[in-house]
């Protein structure tokens, strides 16, 4: 479970930047939110999700000691995950543009947490 977890990082890495990056360019030219990216959204909803609860998962067994700071960073993930479904309405303004930041961000905070493996406080 440990390899999946690792192997899983780098997969939510890359979902997560290429939905980023697909709304930024979206956003800059001004193009119409369509199913195909609320279906890149979803995905990166899904691998993130799945991400973290197999994390949890891990630490609540005792199977691996991840350090302060990648247990931290995955906490963040997750708060920033609920924060956007709290102000999913705000993102909608101008959504492509929003979007892509958000998750441009939450890749950020991905790879901020691989990079801390192992590391405390």
């Known amino acids: ?10 997969v939510t890495i890359a ?6 990056l697909w ?3 979206g956003g ?16 990166a909803v899904a691998t993130t999700s799945l991400h973290i609860a197999t994390g949890a998962i891990l630490y609540s067994q005792g199977a691996t000691d991840p350090g302060d700071q990648h247990l931290f960073y995955g906490v963040v993930i997750a708060f920033t995950m609920a924060f956007a479904y709290i102000f ?6 101008r959504p492509l543009l929003r979007w892509g930041m958000f998750w441009l961000f939450v890749m950020g905070l991905g790879l901020r947490t691989v990079q801390t493996y192992g590391i405390g406080f």
């Not at 479970?1 to 780098?10: C, D, F, K, V």
């Not at 979902?15 to 980023?20: E, F």
């Not at 030219?29 to 979803?42: H, S």
């Not at 999913?88 to 303004?93: C, I, K, S, Y």
């Open 1 to 10: 479970m440990t390899s999946i977890h690792q192997w899983g990082a780098w």
């Open 15 to 20: 979902v997560t930047g290429i939905v980023g």
């Open 28 to 43: 800059l030219r001004e193009t119409q939110i369509g199913i195909p990216y609320r279906a890149g959204i979803g995905l």
């Open 88 to 93: 999913r309405a705000q993102l909608e303004l």
């Open 23 to 25: 709304g930024i360019v």
